[in-house]
Each structure stands twice: as structure tokens, then as C-alpha cells.
């Protein structure tokens, strides 16, 4: 167990050890089962979370708010439009005055090219940590709530479990890549055989890949790249479909959607979940687009597991916040 998470970000998937981030899921079950039994867990009492908001949430403005209210402290609501960022607040502005007022800032910016480098520059102003609710590069907290709902469906020893993260059409907008790089990078650390399967136009940043070859390496997980849906789903444990942009392609939504419009029959069905194993888990972040990404009988059907996963977000954050802002 590693204990020296005082006072750090969390921004990428790999600024934590694999030791640390098994700290963090073993906290995060402690955590749930403390809430499950009503036991007061108040250990950010008067602490201030800042959750600065560049783009829309469901879950993690939601689970995040929680979170904070349930370790005794509160968490502050800000979305960006509402500040004077757009009329010249800097990251390293935003950084220092929010990091003297707040014991921690959260900040969710997916903007291409964007995102990232802003958490990054208040992070390096910040005298306090910073937590990534989601760039355009990463999306670290979806993925602890996902590794922590894999283990508790398929046990602590993940080795050689196979797990398919595969792309899937959608029809609403370009869903950002950060949860497929974040997926391989951390899910490799874990000793799984990951199968990552895309159509040519949907491949993620060859840095992203080459880390999570490394780590599979080191790990002596698996990892492989293919272009079948079908293929990629056979035999699986785990099974991660959703849908992201060909944003490493173009970055032009209209020339995007034209390009997606190209793979509609890459949707997650009862036929498609037959070739996995019997008992293979469905997960998802979510939101998904209903009967285009997933039909309604595999999302609400006996092998979806996103309900346990959109609650598992609650926990881990939890966990991260209190053992970070403590
Ligand atoms: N999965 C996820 O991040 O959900 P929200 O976009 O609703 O926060």
C-alpha cells in the first residue's frame, strides 16, 4: 500500500503508480461499504472542492458534489461561462487565487488541443491539487470507477482476462478519445488482455499507444489493435464499446460525422454480445446513444454492469479526493 498521496494532481492515468492506484481502489471499496452501512465518514470536514465546468456532466458534477458533501466538506459549482475566464482570467490566475480560496480544484476541459494544456498550466500555478474531470487526452476517474467495477465483477486478479474496448458508432456529436486512451493506459497496468478494435479513421494518439504497449509489456498484459468488431468481441470477459471521434483523422465535426456515417453497423447487440463469453460483463461510460452504440436489450439487459459503474465514480473520487486534499 502507498500512502504519499497528500497534496498531488491526478491528470493523467499514469501520474499514480499501479501500487498507488491500488491503494485508491482498496480505499474506494472501504468507502462504499462505510456509506452502505451508514457509517460517518467525514474526512474533508471544512475542506472546499472548486469543480470548474467547461463542458456538460451528468455523472461527475453529480458524483464529485456528493462525494465532498458525504466527506463533510462542499464543492463548488463553477461553470466556466459564468467567470471572467473569457474575458481574461489566466490558467495561472485561475491557478493561484482558486488554489488559496479551495482545497482542491476539479476542472472538466475536453476542447481539442485545449483542454489538457489549460488543467496542466493551473496545475503548475496551484498550490493545492488538481484533479482532471475529463480532457480531451485523458479521463482518469472514469476508468478507477471502471477498474474498480471489473475487480468486483471479476475478482482482484485480473490476469489474462480479456477485455475488448472497441469503438462504436454514434450519431449525437464526436464523443472526445480520452476514454480509450485512458482505458488502454491503465487497464494494461492491470495484467489484462486488452483488444482495442476501431475502423481505420478512429486510431488514438500514437504516444497513448505506445504507453500502453509499455505498460502491457511491464505487466505482461496483452495488447492488441484490430479493425472487426466481431472479432474483437469473441471469447471476451469484458466487454467496452462506445463511441469517440476521428478526431487524429479530422477535426472537422461535418467531415467527422461523414466519416462515422461510414461504420452505422458497429452498434453493441445480443448477437454481437453472443460472441463474447456467457458471462461477460457490458460496460459503458455513459451517456450512450440508445439503439445506435447499444440496443435497449444488451444497456438494460443481465450482463450490463453501468449502473454499478456510473456509482463506482462516486467512490473512487472519494477515495482520491481524501487521500489528495487531506
Ligand atoms: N461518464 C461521464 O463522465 O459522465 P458525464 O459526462 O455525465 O459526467
Known sequence: MQTGLRGRDLIGDLDFSREEI??????AFDLKRKRALGEPHAYLRDKVLAMLFFFASTRTRGS??????Q???HAAFIESRTTQISHGDTEKEMGDIFGRYFDGIAIRHVDWGVGNRYINL????????VLNMQCEIYHPFQILADLMTVMEKKGGNLRGRKMVVSWAYASSYLKPISVPQSLILQMTRFGLDIVLAHPPEFKLTPEIMDQARDQARKEGGGFEVMDDMEAAFKGADIVYAKSWGPLLTTTDSDEGKRIQDKYKDWITDERKMKLAREDAIYMHPLPADRNIEVTD????????VVFDEAENRLHVQKAVMALTMC
Not at 464529485?64 to 458533501?69: H, K, N, S, T
Not at 503548475?124 to 491539487?129: I, L, M, N
Not at 436489450?297 to 450490463?304: K, L, M, T
Open 71 to 73: 466527506l463533510g466538506g
Open 297 to 304: 436489450e444488451v444497456i438494460d439487459g443481465p450482463n450490463s
Open 22 to 27: 491500488e491503494t485508491i481502489i482498496d480505499v
Open 64 to 69: 464529485f458534489e456528493a462525494g465532498m458533501a
Open 122 to 129: 493551473v496545475a503548475e500555478a496551484s498550490r493545492v491539487p
